[in-house]
């Protein structure tokens, strides 16, 4: 196999990968965005009317955690 055929097909592998496992971290972090979003609700009191505050805290909580 020619080398250029080999990066070729390195180079496509690489970009499928990453599409792949880019689309499982989305899909994590919808998880962990839902959860968030059902434990202010249940901590509500089943409320639909989040508070600046709640999504505040949400938003620090995330910072802390993906740094």
């Known amino acids: 196999m020619p080398?250029?055929?080999?990066?070729?097909?390195?180079?496509?592998?690489l970009i499928n990968f990453r599409g792949r496992i880019l689309k499982q971290i989305d899909t994590k972090i919808a998880i962990v965005y839902w959860y968030?979003?059902?434990?202010?609700?249940?901590?509500?009191?089943?409320?639909?009317?989040?508070?600046?505050?709640?999504i505040k805290r949400m938003h620090r909580f995330y910072e802390?955690?993906?740094i």
Do not use: P
């Open 64 to 66: 802390q955690e993906t």
């Open 36 to 54: 968030f979003g059902n434990v202010i609700y249940k901590r509500s009191n089943n409320s639909t009317k989040f508070s600046l505050l709640n």
């Open 3 to 13: 080398n250029q055929l080999i990066n070729k097909n390195i180079k496509h592998k």
